[in-house]
Antibody
Framework: EVQLVQSGAEVKKPGEYLKISCKGSGHSFAGYEIAWVRQMPGKGLEWMGIIYLGDSDGRYSPSFQGQVTISGDKSTNTAYLEWRRLKASDTAMYYC?????????????WGQGTMVIVSS | DIQMTQSPPSLSASVGDRVTITCRASQSIRTYLNWYQQKPGKAPKLLIYAASSLQIGVPSRFSGSGSGTDFTLTISSLQPEDFAAYYCQQSSSAPHTFGQGTKLEIK
């Protein structure tokens, strides 16, 4: 069974560094694009950006460009989302998902989500 | 960015009802329109892609239609497990923006 497994919940202070992960299993994800989606508490879904694991080149929504770094490691089927200096407004659930070219780039397989809480 | 406007924001309905949710794009997205269902505390689930293609395993009471700028998701006969939030998403042009969501509640 193909699945994405995300790293566990995080509680951090403003200004701290954080990197969360999304690991694919059951298939080689080297040819896949992995998207990151933010969901702030009680709010809707926001597409943050995407990484092609084959070349580890992240592409970003303008809303998130410069705020986060998306990276990947095809040897371990893992995508990452990184913040150099967290803010309270980064508190949210973060999902990764495969962007399936054969399904018009729909987000096909989802991780279970990583809750990030940023509070002093 | 392409703006996606979903309506209504919330909807109350009964088991067995036929329900329609609409999504409008700020410019043509051809049929690059996807629908997701999200239940509380769970990750979203893909229901329909390419405006009208049913994801494997999704019940046939769900259907999608539309092209260009106007799209609909229809649930032909609501079941108890269908009460959830629904989101449209365009995947025509990055960033692949979502609609604001529709919360479907039990009447």
């Amino acid at each position: 069974e193909v699945q994405l497994v995300q790293s566990g919940a995080e509680v951090k202070k403003p200004g701290e560094y954080l990197k969360i992960s999304c690991k694919g299993s059951g298939h080689s994800f080297a040819g896949y694009e992995i998207a990151w989606v933010r969901q702030m508490p009680g709010k809707g879904l926001e597409w943050m950006g995407i990484i092609y694991l084959g070349d580890s080149d992240g592409r970003y929504s303008p809303s998130f460009q410069g705020q986060v770094t998306i990276s990947g490691d095809k040897s371990t089927n893992t995508a990452y989302l990184e913040w150099r200096r967290l803010k309270a407004s980064d508190t949210a659930m973060y999902y990764c998902a495969t962007q399936e070219a054969g399904k018009y780039d729909a987000l096909d397989i989802w991780g279970q989500g990583t809750m990030v809480i940023v509070s002093s | 960015d392409i703006q996606m406007t979903q309506s209504p924001p919330s909807l109350s309905a009964s088991v067995g009802d036929r329900v329609t949710i609409t999504c409008r794009a700020s410019q043509s997205i051809r049929t690059y329109l996807n629908w997701y269902q999200q239940k509380p505390g769970k990750a979203p689930k893909l229901l329909i892609y390419a405006a009208s293609s049913l994801q494997i395993g999704v019940p046939s009471r769900f259907s999608g239609s539309g092209s260009g700028t106007d799209f609909t998701l229809t649930i032909s006969s609501l079941q108890p497990e269908d009460f959830a939030a629904y989101y449209c998403q365009q995947s025509s042009s990055a960033p692949h923006t979502f609609g604001q969501g529709t919360k479907l509640e039990i009447k």
